[in-house]
Nanobody, 125 residues
Framework: QVDLVESGGGLVQAGGSLRLSCAAS????????VGWFRQPPGQEREFVAA????????YYSDPVQGRFTVSRDNIRNTVSLQMDNLKPEDTAVYYC??????????????????WGRGTQVTVSS
């Protein structure tokens, strides 16, 4: 069992930046893929970005490509999502998720076994 905790959300103006962090308060997600997902108000949860087990491969959804960067520190057991040039449409609850055993990243929510409770990101225009 792995308990994930997201932090770093908040209110920011359009064009600003935020850095989200995901940490394992219990267990570890070293060497397994970790993904970031978000749920905008009134919408379904969607894929944002993911990183494989050693951090060498990343993948992004089209709306965030070029603006968001996912990275991991397997020594500190953390995964970060750097979000730049934020837009109002990025407003959502952001979740991190990890696989229980799976090195390779996935865009599918069903591939991830452990989820954090989410952190709110609000971008004002």
């Amino acid at each position: 069992q792995v308990d994930l905790v997201e932090s770093g959300g908040g209110l920011v103006q359009a064009g600003g930046s935020l850095r989200l962090s995901c940490a394992a308060s219990r267990g570890t997600f070293i060497n397994v893929a970790v993904g970031w997902f978000r749920q905008p108000p009134g919408q379904e949860r969607e894929f944002v970005a993911a990183v494989n087990g050693n951090g060498e491969t990343t993948y992004y959804s089209d709306p965030v490509q070029g603006r968001f960067t996912v990275s991991r520190d397997n020594i500190r057991n953390t995964v970060s999502l750097q979000m730049d040039n934020l837009k109002p449409e990025d407003t959502a609850v952001y979740y991190c998720a990890s696989r229980s055993s799976g090195f390779w990243l996935s865009v599918s929510q069903g591939a991830y076994d452990y989820w954090g409770r989410g952190t709110q990101v609000t971008v004002s225009s």
